[in-house]
């Protein structure tokens, strides 16, 4: 089965950066998109930015400029450097993967999430 298994989050204080990783694992084939999601405490779940095979990104615009998102030669990790943290970006980071599979179907991946808290 596919894991998706995150990394990187951590206590930072505002202005400070984080890379967060997302590895994945129990496929050798190419995932369509990846992405990285964020949940505020008290709030839902929302998208941060988007990786799709041929390397295109789209991003919130609330991390425009500050964030970049990545993905290594597998395209089966994606990296998100946040930089410029600020308390606003506080939350619970989620990777996110989609793959294709045989017979024109699609099979949707999440992680349990990697903790990021700015504080001064």
């Known amino acids: 089965q596919v894991q998706l298994v995150e990394s990187g989050g951590g206590l930072v204080q505002p202005g400070g950066s984080l890379r967060l990783s997302c590895v994945a694992s129990?496929?050798?084939?190419?995932?369509?998109?990846m992405a990285w999601y964020r949940q505020a405490p008290g709030k839902e779940r929302v998208l941060v930015a988007t990786?799709?095979?041929?390397?295109?990104?789209n991003y919130a615009d609330s991390v425009k400029g500050r964030f970049a998102i990545s993905r290594d030669k597998t395209k089966r990790s994606v990296y998100l450097q946040m930089d410029k943290l600020t308390p606003e970006d506080t939350a619970l980071y989620f990777c996110?993967?989609?793959?294709?599979?045989?017979?024109?179907?699609?099979?949707?991946?999440w992680g349990q999430g990697t903790p990021v808290t700015v504080v001064s």
């Open positions: 129990g496929t050798s084939s190419t995932f369509e998109t």
């Open positions: 996110y993967a989609e793959l294709f599979v045989p017979f024109d179907m699609r099979r949707r991946y």
């Open positions: 990786a799709d095979r041929n390397g295109d990104t």
